[in-house]
């Protein structure tokens, strides 16, 4: 008996793969976090505050928060279209918030006008910062009395002191790459001395420009950022949303660090221009954290 032929092959290519999800190093860092579970224990408060604010709610809804941070003194251009998109963009991917935060830090170039036209310019983008039933629309001059308190604090700790040098010796006394930095004349003042030349300041005592308070960490530093930055000036001029209350503002540099964790940002994230800052940022918070 003759075996029958054989049935032919089905000619049915195989199943297709699932596409690999894109990825880059955020989301990598972002997922390797959540699966640690490195902010699993955080708390909020309802909205930003110090440490014993958001001890005192719940458990934080957000998996993530990331900060779109616009200083109001301008129109954005394509590159705050990147940086919109990468932070309100993760923080939809991974069920987290991005906040809207204006660096309200400098009075004479802010303006209320550059205010509603970066709410506008993000909403035609496409995104929205409500969720869980708060607006995260935030401005660094909400945290100004929160950030002098801070200033007190470092002062009286022996971390900060009122330097009278002019700015151009300032300058040049930080040194440079090749050469380490001199410290300032005013650099062992006590912090009582120091606390009283800085309340002047804060009360109008003195001129624009003829004192400044500087973190006291190490002229000596290979990081320039740290050789005692600057973090208060005085400024007279009004400010789009604090009026005429201070004559003192906060440096952004200083200022930013305390905005990310009063709205307990967990990845704050910034372009290369600012790696170098990043031990400033930890060595700010350290200094708070201890008092």
């Not at 010796?169 to 300032?184: L, M």
Request: glycine share 8%.
């Amino acid at each position: 008996m003759s075996t029958p032929p054989s049935k032919p092959a089905k000619n049915t290519a195989p199943a297709a793969a699932e596409p690999a999800k894109p990825s880059n190093f955020l989301r990598q860092i972002i997922e390797s976090d959540l699966a640690n579970g490195v902010n699993a224990s955080r708390r909020w408060g309802g909205s930003p505050g110090d440490g014993a604010h958001h001890a005192a709610g719940g458990p934080d809804p957000a998996r993530i928060r990331t900060r779109f941070p616009p200083e109001p003194n301008g129109y954005l251009h394509i590159g705050h279209a990147k940086s919109i998109c990468l932070n309100f963009g993760l923080a939809q991917e991974y069920g987290g918030v991005c906040h809207l935060r204006f660096d309200d830090t400098n009075p004479e170039k802010e303006d209320k006008e550059f205010v509603d036209a970066i709410v506008d310019t993000v909403h035609w983008l496409g995104f929205d910062w409500e969720a869980h039933g708060c607006k995260h629309l935030y401005h660094a001059s909400d945290y100004f009395d929160f950030m002098y308190r801070a200033a007190e604090y470092l002062i009286t700790a022996g971390h900060a002191y009122v330097d009278e040098q002019s700015a151009e010796e300032i300058r040049i006394n930080r040194g440079d790459f090749s050469r380490p930095g001199v410290d300032s004349p005013f650099r062992n003042r006590s912090p009582e001395e120091n606390l009283t030349r800085f309340r002047e300041m804060r009360d109008g005592g003195h001129l624009d420009g003829s004192m400044v308070l500087r973190a006291r960490i190490d002229m000596a530093s290979p990081n320039i950022n740290m050789r005692d930055p600057t973090i208060y000036r005085i400024r007279r001029a009004p400010h789009h949303n604090t009026g005429d209350k201070w004559c003192i503002y906060p440096m952004y540099a200083y200022a930013h660090p305390i905005e990310d964790a009063l709205e307990q940002i967990t990845h704050s994230i910034c372009t290369l221009e600012f790696e170098d800052q990043r031990p400033w940022y930890d060595w700010l918070l350290a200094r708070l954290i201890e008092g």
